[in-house]
């Protein structure tokens, strides 16, 4: 009866798996043949190339001709803000381990406020605040104020799992001064954490869309923004060829964010 009961169990696991893992992949799979199979075997008949060719990558051509500026500047903001949350995450989050003071932990959790409110109210928050500025720097700020809680989780979380203190005090007994301490104990011991905050901060500064298209009055627009009008505005070949092209870019940083994420808890464990 139990081996029944276990076999059974171990079915329906196996088939909500199977169903969850049809669900996330046979869209993707569709998307990504879209972009360059001739797409009225799909039940559509915007195509972008030749009646008479099965494929085409033209809608590939396409984007890359109109919508290059805005893939680059999704890229700077991306870059900017991993710059950006590591000179300022990075000893935000030191300083409220190691010298918290009264209402460091309020200010931790309203960090994350910008996570659980709209892209709506962030927007209108920021214009109201910063109506002067407008265009790159204020879309980046938009890009810091979702990027930035992620960063100063990831390494608080890290200088909370082993012993800086007296690490430090170790170090200092020996004679090391404060930036010695710095480079030859803290540093080193948040290189993990720190690149998987960068990782978190690129993938979600790619991603965004609400803020970047709100706050941006001009162009080039963001990437997402790209997608947005070529599903709304163009053809399912563009508009699948956008989603792969931006597939290309973040899925490898998800897949690095795991494998990183899986060894930056190995290594707390041991001690590293």
């Known amino acids: 009866m139990m081996r029944w ?9 196996y088939a909500v798996t199977l169903a969850l893992l049809a669900l996330i992949v046979v869209p993707m ?4 043949l879209g972009s360059f199979l001739n797409v009225e075997i799909l039940g559509t008949d915007q195509w972008s190339g030749d009646r008479n060719d099965w494929v085409s990558f ?12 805005w893939m680059t500047f999704s890229l700077q903001l991306a870059l900017l803000s991993i710059v950006i949350c590591v000179l300022i995450a990075v000893p935000a989050a030191y300083v409220f381990v190691q010298y918290p003071f009264r209402g460091s932990r309020l200010i931790e959790e309203l960090l994350l406020l910008p996570l659980s409110l709209p892209g709506i109210s962030m927007s209108i928050g920021l214009l109201a605040a910063y109506n002067t500025i407008r265009g790159t720097w204020l879309v980046l700020a938009g890009h810091i104020l979702y990027t930035i809680p992620f960063m100063v989780r990831v ?20 004679g090391a001064g404060f930036w010695q301490r710095m480079w030859l104990i ?3 011991n948040l290189r993990h954490s720190m690149i998987l905050g960068s990782l978190l901060a690129f ?3 790619w991603g965004e869309f609400n803020v970047s298209y709100l ?17 709304a505005n163009e053809s399912f070949q563009r508009s699948s060829a956008a989603t792969v092209i931006f597939l290309a870019v973040v899925l490898p940083v998800v897949i690095a964010i795991q494998r990183l994420g899986g060894r930056a808890s190995v290594d707390v464990e041991q001690g590293v």
């Not at 706050?215 to 599903?231: E, I, R, V």
């Open 5 to 13: 009961r276990s076999s059974f169990e171990f079915l329906v696991i």
């Open 29 to 32: 799979v569709v998307v990504t």
């Open 58 to 69: 033209a809608a590939f051509e396409y984007l890359f001709r109109v919508y290059l500026p």
């Open 155 to 174: 390494v608080t979380g890290t200088l909370r799992s082993f012993d800086v203190t007296t690490l430090e005090s170790a170090a200092q007994t020996l």
């Open 186 to 188: 803290v540093l080193p």
């Open 203 to 205: 993938a979600v500064s």
């Open 215 to 231: 706050l941006n009055a001009g162009h080039p627009q963001t990437f997402p923004a790209a997608l947005f009008n070529t599903y």
